[in-house]
């Protein structure tokens, strides 16, 4: 049995990043070196500068970047009663209707109206599962853009209201970030700055995209010691028939696909499961832990997760249980920073 007590550990609370720094390329890489990269007998570990990527990178691997962008996904309001609500939309479904998350004293009965943002009124629906559908009185994009607000992690602290600022409104957002839909960044991408990207192109590293809308159930606790009884949140996802085009040349030429994120990889391996990459859109509810075998992704560059966390499995299936302990271990000890605003890692499919 897989367990969840497998995938604690303690990390200082002053390696939580609370801010992003001042240039996005600035943070640290931890490049994580498997056995059979350098035929010793256990990983090694190299304390890069994030710039360092295109060293590790050659000419002709694909770089596949997840092109969603965050929504102002949080409004708060009140009930017709004057109680106080606060909404976080989960997912867009169409141009006036939104799956959404809705605290307050007392869940709203369907055909309840709540003003948002002392702006407009929104109907409740019907639940679906944890969520309320809700309907919005004009287009939904315009709406939250005009009037919502930027939702950030829960381990990243902005007082009281625990509200995004201007700084977070831009940071919080990959250069590439095109199509809106998430609820949480891309993190992994956050990294890369116009000259980054620049350098890499220079290089001969070829681009790629697939849009992943990151829910908010990407940071809820896996609530089950047997992960095999965990149910896994769904995202939806897009993949271009370019995109495919790019991997199947990529590895044709002998080239490296390497997924920008654990959402660029989730997307990949869900539209992977016949065993051949497929272009389209789907859901996903893929839960990907030790004893996975991945179909696309040769390389992963990502952050640092939480604790228990789902991703946490999923970057311990890509190189191993035991490397990613190691891996962790080394980073609380050289003081990386952690999550969201923190450093990034490079891994290689074992």
Avoid: C
Avoid at 301 to 323: E, Q, R
């Amino acid at each position: 049995m897989q367990a969840l007590s497998d995938y604690d550990f303690t990390l200082p609370p002053e390696l939580i990043a609370q801010l992003p720094l001042a240039e996005r390329s600035a943070s640290r890489l931890l490049h994580v070196i498997n056995a059979d990269e350098n035929t010793v007998d256990s990983p090694a570990f190299m304390d890069r500068q994030f710039t360092d990527i295109v060293d590790l990178l050659s000419a002709g691997d694909l770089l596949v970047f997840n092109d969603t962008r965050v929504l102002k996904a949080r409004f708060f309001g009140v009930k017709k009663t004057g109680g106080k609500v606060e909404v976080l939309i989960e997912r867009v479904i169409d141009h006036s209707t939104v799956h959404a998350q809705v605290r307050a004293s007392k869940s709203p009965p369907a055909g309840t109206s709540l003003r948002l943002a002392d702006a407009f009124d929104v109907v409740v629906g019907e639940r679906v599962g944890e969520f309320f559908t809700l309907t919005f009185p004009a287009d939904v994009f315009e709406l939250i853009e005009a009037h919502g607000r930027l939702p950030l992690p829960p381990y990243i602290e902005r007082g009281e209201a625990h509200e995004a600022d201007t700084f977070d409104e831009t940071r919080y957002q990959t250069v590439y970030a095109k199509q809106p839909g998430a609820v949480a960044a891309p993190t992994a991408g956050l990294h890369f700055d116009a000259a980054l990207l620049e350098r890499l192109q220079q290089k001969g590293v070829q681009f790629a995209y697939v849009t992943l809308h990151v829910g908010a159930g990407t940071f809820q606790p896996v609530r089950v010691e047997n992960l095999a009884e965990h149910k896994m949140h769904s995202e939806w996802y897009t993949i271009a028939a370019t995109t495919v085009d790019a991997v199947r040349a990529t590895k044709a030429a002998g080239g490296k696909v390497i997924a920008v994120g654990t959402t660029s990889l989730r997307a990949l391996e869900s539209a992977s499961q016949s065993g051949v990459l497929q272009a389209g859109s789907a859901d996903t509810a893929l839960f990907i832990t030790p004893g996975y075998r991945f179909k696309t992704v040769d390389r992963l560059i990502t952050n640092f997760h939480l604790p228990k966390s789902t991703l946490l499995m999923l970057v311990s299936a890509f190189v191993g249980y035991d490397v990613i302990k190691a891996a962790y271990a080394h980073a609380i000890a050289e003081k990386y920073r952690f999550f969201s605003y923190g450093d990034a890692m490079l891994l290689t499919y074992k």
